[in-house]
């Protein structure tokens, strides 16, 4: 009997043995699997921390573009004492916004208008100091431009403004290519 108790205990041990190191090993894989779920977890306020950060960029952009266009065309309030500063006479405004008018109080008024801001495009635009018009049936089309007055005296005609151009496209041209 005695020969029977001593390999009971020797198998005891061996299991023993296998037991602890299938506890070490669940533990191991424990910590493993801790780690990763921390990683995750870590990953997942990221990808959180990114998105809101992501939303508050375009957020951004949106409204930086809204002020540009805000800018580009700003609310102008005209009175008679700036529209005779940008046209020598009530003819020329007149012919400038296209508008028939009486009177200097008149186009101040009418331009003043809100339902006049939405007429204007962007290519005929109050402020922009750009109109098209189509001349004729030739449909040719002309450009007006309102120069700021240090320019307008280097250039002060349309042909000194267009001969100023041409040379520019053609030295521009001459580079590019």
Do not use: C
Not at 151 to 167: D, G, K, M, S, W
């Amino acid at each position: 009997m005695g020969k029977k108790s001593v390999p009971s205990t020797q198998s005891k041990a061996t299991l023993g043995n296998q037991i602890r190191s299938i506890a070490d090993r669940l533990k191991q894989e424990t910590e493993v699997q801790i780690k990763a779920t921390s990683r995750i977890l870590d990953a997942a306020a990221q990808i959180s921390q990114n998105h809101e950060r992501l939303i508050n960029e375009v957020v951004e952009m949106v409204e930086e573009d809204l002020e540009q266009e805000s800018q580009i065309f700003p609310r102008q309030i005209y009175n008679v004492d700036i529209l005779k500063q940008q046209f020598k006479t009530l003819r020329e405004a007149k012919s400038h916004f296209n508008l028939k008018v009486n009177s200097w109080e008149s186009l101040a008024n009418k331009l003043n208008e809100p339902s006049l801001q939405e007429r204007f495009s962007a290519h005929e635009h109050p402020l922009n100091g750009i109109r098209k018009e189509e001349h004729g049936h030739k449909k040719m089309e002309k450009i007006t431009v309102r120069l700021q007055p240090d320019v307008a005296e280097i250039f002060p005609t349309e042909e000194a403004v267009n001969e100023a151009l041409r040379f520019l496209i053609r030295i521009t041209n001459k580079h590019l290519y």
